[in-house]
């Protein structure tokens, strides 16, 4: 059963960093190429992207101020996010791109 546990939001101001994890089990992170994607109200995006041979894409929005990595031995995905914006709010959840398992997401505001 693949299941995917993501961690790490929360409330922070605008300009400020947060690193979020997302722990996998019953796949391989290594050999998928694994998403982070945040939904707001109306809107689902790809914001960032980790093929199985390492090369990082990233949306326009996030380019330069997000950094999507992996850990191999501990078969986890991080998103590193700096320099946040208040457009940045949604609920961060991360995937396989090519595979349709969800996890509950972990939230992120970014607010005065």
């Known amino acids: 059963q693949v299941q995917f546990v993501e961690s790490g939001g929360g409330l922070v101001q605008p300009g400020g960093s947060l690193r979020l994890s997302c722990a996998a089990s019953?796949?391989?992170?290594?050999?998928?190429?694994m998403g982070w994607y945040r939904q707001a109200p109306g809107k689902r995006e790809l914001v960032a992207r980790i093929?199985?041979?390492?090369?990082?894409n990233y949306a326009d929005s996030v380019k330069g101020r997000f950094t999507i990595s992996r850990d191999n031995a501990k078969n986890t995905v991080y998103l590193q996010m700096n320099s946040l914006k208040p457009e940045d709010t949604a609920v961060y959840y991360c995937?396989?791109?090519?595979?349709?398992?969800w996890g509950q997401g972990t939230q992120v505001t970014v607010s005065t």
């Open positions: 995937k396989a791109v090519t595979q349709d398992y």
């Open positions: 019953g796949l391989i992170v290594r050999i998928y190429a």
């Open positions: 093929t199985s041979g390492g090369s990082t």
